[in-house]
């Protein structure tokens, strides 16, 4: 049986809350809602928020019967959900790629780099093809043949790793948000190595930050050891002295180690004599 709801079971419903006292913006945030019924009224000739008379299911659908709150005009109102489309999409993840059907609404618009999910992974469109063989940047979806997407929550980053004179390459799956930064050390696979360089396509930084979802290779260089930066001449390893990294001395001498036999030097200056 159909329910049908009588505007005055409305005209006392509005009474009853004036009554209870109820704040005004509790009755705009129930207009709001009521402006969610809103359609074309034929006598208005304009979008008007409608009472919802009765309800009766058509198939997947349903028919409403309204009436226009500003003229009062009873009309139906035949809503069917859109047809659905099996839109083939090419689907890349990294040198691997597949084929499914996924269904969309056919009003649906598909647009370059909207993102959706699918096998519990996200997607970014990269590609429409149209019936016609054109490629799109949108278009609805009862228009497109095929469509192409490329996985956008997990990024490939190419490495070119060089230790001494020889170079490997490799890459790096990490979320596409994950940031890098040119000249950190980086753990890869149990080594140290060091972010050299970072290549965006158009650009390279030596010292920036930059996302995963930006970068087209990374360069990474093996860290030197710490004999590398060992002093080693004497005036050197003063100057590590001074800057602590041999640890305490308050007055850096020669070492002992690199003095020739038979010599004693003095850090004393000489004092000319005035001439006569």
Sequence with gaps: MDDTVEEDDFIEEDEILLENGVEEDA??????????????CPDCDDVRGHIILREKRKGQGSDYLLKCEECS???TVHIRPPPVMNIPFILTEGPSSITKVIEID?????????????D???????????????????????????ASALRCDMVRVKLTMTRGEESSSDVLIVPADKTFTAGNLMDL????????????????????TVEARDIKRMY?????????FAPRTPRERRQAWK????GFNPDPVLPKEIIKKGVAPTNKRKIKRPRN
């Excluded at 054109?134 to 043949?145: D, G, N, P, T």
């Excluded at 060091?194 to 290549?199: E, G, L, V």
């Excluded at 800057?243 to 041999?246: A, F, Y």
């Design 27 to 40: 009755l705009n945030e129930e207009d709001e809602v009521l402006l969610e019924n809103a359609v074309h």
């Design 73 to 75: 005009k009873v009309h």
């Design 106 to 118: 056919a009003d649906e618009i598909l647009e370059l780099e909207d993102v959706f999910q699918e």
């Design 120 to 146: 519990d992974k996200l997607w970014s469109i990269n590609q429409i093809e149209m019936k016609d063989g054109r490629y799109v940047k949108h278009c609805e979806a009862s228009l497109v043949v095929r």
């Design 189 to 208: 696979e149990g080594q140290t190595w060091r972010i050299r360089a970072i290549h965006m396509g158009r650009a390279r930084t030596l010292r920036g």
């Design 220 to 228: 990474l260089h093996e860290p030197p050891v710490e004999e590398y």
């Design 243 to 246: 800057e602590g990294k041999l």
